[in-house]
Structure formats: structure tokens, C-alpha cells
């Protein structure tokens, strides 16, 4: 096991909702990313929390919005869900911002109806 | 074009076969590289990191090539249990650890 862990595992949400997704960073590690992975494509880039400052973000609109809190744990917000927002979320810790050797939490399947 | 190419498989091979999975990258700029390996619903794990000269692990065998932005994979003596999916994976940044992945390769080991 990574040490890295995620909740809820599973969540389904109605369209418009919001929601938020939470991430513990393993023992040692100040540095989370977050991941969007849709059906049978690679992860994709959210954002990453060094920190407590948001260090870096991929191409996704400002209704994904995260947090990370001084025990380098993390809550990854998004607003006005859409059906497209269904997917694993996963959130990967690293020892320092730099550092690409990540270690991933088990991820949150969300669902959007 | 996608910055990290992979074919998407499946790759269906017999137990004990070798098999090579290949991946290119469109920035010159790359700096790090890996393989990851991801079960069925479950996250990604990293496999192994990968290195210009080339580096081995057991049964398995990654390459790197700077010049051509390609990377492999080689998995000798095919076990049941490496039916998996695996991604290709860089990372680009200077400043952060984002990890760009392919779409992944998926391998079945048929017995």
C-alpha cells in the first residue's frame, strides 16, 4: 500500500451539483496532485498543492478548484458538475514538488447523472 | 497530437511469450520518464523509472531514446499476473511533478 488514501472510494452526483473529493498524502510527503482519469484514457493533470500553495495546474476550467491543508492533506472542489466530470479522480503524493516518483491513492470514482 | 503516444492494444499473448510495448513523446523538453502499471480499476503504480542507458528489472527491460522521443517497454517470460494495463508516462516541468500519460497499453496473458 502507498500510504496515500482517498474518500469517498465511490460518489454519484446530479449534474450541477457540487462536490469534494478528499486525498491524505503519505507520511513524509508535502507535495499532492490531483488527476482526472476518464474511461480508457491516461490520467490527466488537475493541479498540485506544494505546501498549501497551488504549484502548477493543467488544462481544466476554474470550477476545479482544490485546497491543501497544513498536514499536506488535500480536498480537490468541483462546482456545476457536468456528465464529463464522471471519472476516477485520483490523487498522488510526492516527497517535494519536483520529486515525479508519485505515489497514488486508490482514487474516487465520481459519477455524474 | 498527444504529447505522450501509445498504442492502445490489446496485446494478447500466451503465457511465457515476450512482448515489447512502445511509447513516443512530442517534448524535446522531457526530463523524466517511468512505466506505470494499472490493474483494472485500480490506481496506477509505478513500474520503473526509465533511463537513457537503459535500465532492467527481472523480467523487465525499459529503453530510452532521446534522439527518436521513444520509449519502450520489454516484458520477457509473460506471466498471468502482468495482465494489466501500462502507461507511458513523462514529465516535462521544471518547477512541478505533473506527470503526462499516455493512453496506456493493454496486455492480457492467456494461458
Redesign the interface.
Known amino acids: 500500500e502507498?500510504g496515500v488514501t482517498q474518500s469517498p472510494t465511490h460518489l454519484i452526483k446530479t449534474r450541477g451539483q457540487q462536490v469534494t473529493l478528499r486525498c491524505s498524502s503519505q507520511s513524509g510527503h508535502n507535495?499532492v496532485?490531483w488527476?482526472q482519469q476518464a474511461l480508457?484514457?491516461?490520467?490527466?493533470?488537475i493541479f498540485?498543492y506544494?505546501r498549501e500553495e497551488e504549484?502548477?495546474r493543467?488544462n481544466f476550467p476554474p470550477r476545479f478548484s482544490g485546497l491543501q491543508f497544513p498536514n499536506y492533506s488535500s480536498e480537490l472542489n468541483v462546482n456545476a458538475l457536468e456528465l464529463d466530470d464522471s471519472a476516477?479522480y485520483?490523487c498522488?503524493s510526492?516527497p517535494?514538488?519536483?520529486?515525479?516518483?508519485?505515489?497514488?491513492?486508490?482514487?474516487t470514482?465520481l459519477t455524474v447523472v | 497530437r498527444k504529447e505522450?503516444e501509445q498504442d492502445?492494444g490489446p496485446f494478447n499473448v500466451p503465457e511465457g511469450a515476450t512482448v515489447a510495448f512502445n511509447c513516443t513523446y512530442s517534448n524535446s523538453a522531457s526530463q523524466?520518464f517511468?512505466w506505470y502499471r494499472q490493474d483494472c480499476?485500480?490506481?496506477?503504480?509505478?513500474l520503473m523509472?526509465v533511463y537513457s542507458s537503459g535500465n532492467e528489472d527481472g523480467r523487465f527491460t525499459a529503453q530510452l531514446n532521446r534522439a527518436s522521443q521513444y520509449i519502450s517497454l520489454l516484458i520477457r517470460d509473460s506471466k498471468l499476473s502482468d495482465s494489466a494495463t501500462y502507461?507511458c508516462v513523462v514529465?516535462t516541468?521544471?518547477?512541478?511533478?505533473?506527470?503526462?500519460?499516455?493512453?496506456?497499453t493493454t496486455l492480457q496473458v492467456k494461458p
Open positions: 502507498t507535495t496532485s488527476y480508457g484514457q491516461g490520467p490527466q493533470f498540485q506544494y504549484n502548477g493543467g476516477l485520483l498522488a510526492t517535494g514538488r519536483v520529486n515525479t516518483e508519485a505515489f497514488f491513492g486508490q482514487g470514482r | 505522450v492502445p523524466s517511468f480499476r485500480k490506481e496506477p503504480k509505478l523509472s502507461l514529465s516541468s521544471s518547477n512541478t511533478g505533473k506527470l503526462i500519460f499516455g493512453q496506456g
